[in-house]
């Protein structure tokens, strides 16, 4: 798309994209703490607001509401770590119940067995990095989510691509806990690929709507 067409029909992805690319920079800056807080959820908050203000249709808004919640997380993260991870699962859940209404209508074994490979690895890693039983528990829905982000008939390119990232941006968070505490790989890893997993899912969720005949907005 030509950069004037994205100012002017999409200038909520623009903002976005602006908002979380630059996050990733001031994030361990001078930034006052509320406004970096701010300045973390304006990424994928900006992401809802594109897919509820243009696309006044159901399965939209509960995309929105996915990455709402997402925002929301990541921000209580920033102060309360159980609190952001359970608006982060309400998120997971609600992703799982759209992924659900978009199943695909056959899927190969090879697939199936990648579905299911997704929904037990991302526990059975999260528990092993971590030993923790909660975490495991939060992770059951990170996998779920991935495995039926896989499971849509949305194009995997964008939507099961975007719930891999941000699961593997979750798992390096889980990382940091464990063995990777003193590398710097997870510092430099985690935002990039949660925000654009996120980025993804928002756009090809919207994307395949409109080429579904959802709505015409822009």
Do not use: C
């Amino acid at each position: 798309m030509p950069q004037h067409a994205l100012i002017e029909q999409r200038p909520w992805l623009l903002a976005s994209l602006i908002a979380g690319i630059s996050y990733w920079f001031v994030a361990d800056s001078w930034v006052p703490g509320l406004f970096l807080i701010a300045w973390k959820g304006a990424g994928v908050g900006l992401l809802a607001v594109y897919a509820w203000r243009h696309h006044p249709v159901a399965d939209a808004h509960r995309i929105a509401l996915v990455l709402a919640l997402g925002a929301l997380g990541d921000m209580v993260l920033v102060v309360n770590f159980t609190g952001g991870a359970a608006a982060f699962l309400l998120g997971h859940l609600a992703a799982i119940t759209l992924y659900g209404r978009h199943r695909r209508a056959a899927m190969a074994g090879g697939e199936r067995l990648t579905m299911a490979a997704l929904l037990l690895a991302v526990p059975m890693a999260s528990f092993a990095l971590t030993g923790r039983a909660d975490v495991a528990f939060y992770a059951l829905g990170l996998g779920g989510m991935a495995a039926a982000a896989f499971a849509s008939d949305f194009p995997r390119s964008q939507v099961a691509l975007g719930g891999a990232l941000f699961a593997m941006s979750d798992l390096l968070i889980f990382a940091q806990m464990g063995p990777l505490a003193d590398s710097a790989i997870p510092r430099l890893l985690i935002w990039p690929l949660y925000y654009f997993g996120q980025f993804l899912i928002a756009i090809g969720v919207i994307g395949a709507l409109r080429r579904k005949g959802a709505f015409t907005a822009p």
